[in-house]
Nanobody
Framework: QVQLVESGGGLVQPGGSLRLSCAAS????????MSWYRQAPGKERELVAT????????DYADSMKGRFTISRDNAKNTVYLQMNSLKPEDTAVYYC???????????WGQGTQVTVSS
């Protein structure tokens, strides 16, 4: 059974940091590019960051560059999102996403809430 389980969300003050984790199971983790998306209330889901299957390349949405860092540990089947200098506009549900590098297979996690507020 495929599972993507996010954790690490919560309430943080502006300027603070959080580290999200996504633990994967039920598929060959190293065959998938991993991404984080987010969806704020009343807005469409947007891509936050992507990392290739072995972590050799990363990409970020412009508004996250320099503040967020995506990484992965294929030995632990886990992808991370380190978020620094958080802003109220970063408040959203953050989702983990897996996309097979060759086939049209993809999976989503259930999401973790991040709230940035004083």
């Amino acid at each position: 059974q495929v599972q993507l389980v996010e954790s690490g969300g919560g309430l943080v003050q502006p300027g603070g940091s959080l580290r999200l984790s996504c633990a994967a199971s039920g598929f060959v983790f190293s065959s998938y590019a991993m991404s984080w998306y987010r969806q704020a209330p009343g807005k469409e889901r947007e891509l936050v960051a992507t990392i290739t299957s072995f972590g050799g390349s990363t990409d970020y949405a412009d508004s996250m560059k320099g503040r967020f860092t995506i990484s992965r540990d294929n030995a632990k089947n886990t992808v991370y999102l380190q978020m620094n200098s958080l802003k109220p506009e970063d408040t959203a549900v953050y989702y983990c996403h897996a996309a097979h590098v060759f086939k049209d297979w993809e999976y989503w996690g259930q999401g973790t809430q991040v709230t940035v507020s004083s």
